[in-house]
């Protein structure tokens, strides 16, 4: 990846371009593989090369994806790798218009399908994994009545653990660590509500 840092997506076109469920599916495919061609991509994703390859370059036309070394010998086919760490995408930079507030929210509701899309995904196959990754898979809810700061601190150390973990387990695969290590997924949500 180009960037160690995570990049924050501040502006309507490039939150627009990201906002495509296709153009989500294949950066999520992206950033687990690190590197990957179209042809790749689109066997992991179901779609035509010519639809995945469309779609990465609209990715990259915005910085969220760049042309990554060549591997291996066939030089004919372009790889592809994520342009940082990760994405963000922060409220307060769509709340100024009423198309940024209706985008982000479009997009937020977006990416919340395809994380219960995947959760879905894995209660359903549940059984076909073994009772170790079962048992340490995990579904939590909690209920905190906290300020704006409190919440905004408990964000700030949970994605700092997370990110911690993270690198460690890319570490150690990248160190041939492969044994038994599969893509993990963890959704967090942490919002005010009201009943």
Same mark, same amino acid.
């Given at each position: ?73 066939? $030089? %004919?086919? #372009? ?6 760490? /990760?994405?963000?995408?922060? !409220? ?5 218009? =009423? ?69 460690? $387990? %890319?570490? #150690? ?6 044994? /038994?290590?599969?893509?993990? !997924? ?5 919002? =005010?509500?009201?009943?």
């Amino acid at each position: 990846m180009a960037s160690n840092e995570s990049r924050r997506i501040s502006d309507l076109e490039t939150l627009k371009a990201f906002g495509h469920p296709l153009r989500m599916k294949l950066y999520r495919a992206l950033y687990i593989s690190r590197k990957a061609t179209a042809s790749q991509l689109a066997e992991q994703v179901d779609e035509a090369v010519s639809l995945v390859s469309y779609h990465l370059r609209k990715l990259a036309d915005h910085g969220l994806i760049e042309e990554a070394e060549q591997q291996g010998k066939d $030089g %004919r086919e #372009r790889w592809w790798q994520p342009a940082s760490k /990760g994405l963000n995408v922060h !409220a307060e930079d769509f709340s100024d218009a =009423p198309e940024k507030v209706a985008t982000h929210t479009a997009i937020g509701r977006l990416s919340f399908d395809q994380h219960v899309e995947l959760y879905r995904s894995y209660i359903d196959s549940a059984q076909s994994w073994s009772l170790e990754w079962r048992s340490a898979a995990s579904g939590s809810e909690y209920l905190a009545r906290l300020t704006a700061d409190e919440l905004a601190a408990l964000s700030r150390e949970v994605h700092e653990l997370i990110d911690r973990y993270e690198e460690l $387990g %890319r570490a #150690r695969d990248e160190a041939g660590d492969t044994e /038994g290590r599969e893509n993990v !997924a963890m959704h967090l949500y942490a919002f =005010p509500f009201r009943t």
